[in-house]
């Protein structure tokens, strides 16, 4: 069964300080992986997407994750925290012929002045 | 500009009351989902549909009713069997090979 864990439901980081969100997935085939981030009331905006490409993968508003196979992992990093990056993040995973995604259960960040 | 239209934002049900949240799309995409989510656990699949005039259940569709009878449309109804309704709905929206577009969603609450 496909299953995608968060380490952390509530992450706290000061402002210019490295962001690092853990993502880890469960599939005995390579998934396609995704981050979304929400904001309070709203809709889930991708940040980025794997998809088989290249393993380290840029996405929007500095943000990068890099898929490894050997440790089932995609984690999100961002180097600098930025005030506006105060959220809460999902990590998801489909398999490339299936049309459901399994989220993870979201990390809120917390960015502290 | 293309996107996902949830209406109304904000959605108030007395106890044993049917609603039904709107979820419009123009991207052309042909799968549509929708998820509840609760605090702290994540989004959960209530029902999802590929092609019009088809829909399969996701892992919480007790309670829940959807149509799927235009590409751009695939309303939710919360029925007066879902004992739990009061939750933020997400619609979500997919073209093959892609990842999914969301709505701003609607919060229910029941009253």
């Known amino acids: 069964a496909q299953s995608v864990t968060q380490l952390g439901s509530h992450v706290s980081v000061s402002e210019g300080a490295l962001v690092l969100l853990r993502c880890n997935y469960s599939?005995?085939?390579?998934?396609?992986l995704f981050w979304y981030v929400q904001y309070p009331n709203q809709g889930l905006q991708l940040l980025l997407k794997?998809?088989?490409?290249?393993?380290l993968v840029k996405g929007i508003n500095g943000f990068e994750a890099e898929f490894k196979k050997s440790e089932t992992s995609f984690h999100l990093t961002k180097p600098s925290a930025h005030m506006s990056d105060a959220a809460e993040y999902f990590c998801?995973?489909?398999?490339?012929?299936?049309?459901?995604?399994?989220f993870g259960s979201g990390t809120k960040l917390n960015v502290k002045p | 500009d293309g996107g996902i239209t949830q209406s109304p934002k904000y959605l108030f049900r007395k106890e044993g009351q049917n609603v039904t949240l709107s979820c419009e799309q123009n991207?052309?995409?042909?799968?549509m989902y929708w998820y509840r989510q609760d605090p702290g656990q994540g989004l959960r699949l209530i029902y999802y549909?590929?092609?019009?005039?088809?829909?399969q259940k996701g892992d919480i569709a007790e309670g829940y009713s959807v149509s799927r009878e235009k590409k751009e449309s695939f309303p939710l109804t919360v029925t007066s069997a879902q004992k739990n309704p009061t939750a933020f709905y997400l619609c979500?929206?997919?073209?093959?090979?892609?990842?999914?577009?969301f709505g701003s969603g609607t919060r229910l609450t029941v009253v």
């Open positions: 549909s590929q092609i019009v005039n088809d829909f």
């Open positions: 979500a929206s997919r073209r093959r090979g892609g990842g999914y577009t």
């Open positions: 794997y998809t088989s490409a290249a393993t």
């Open positions: 991207l052309n995409h042909d799968a």
């Open positions: 998801a995973q489909v398999l490339y012929n299936f049309n459901k995604f399994y």
């Open positions: 599939s005995s085939v390579p998934p396609y």
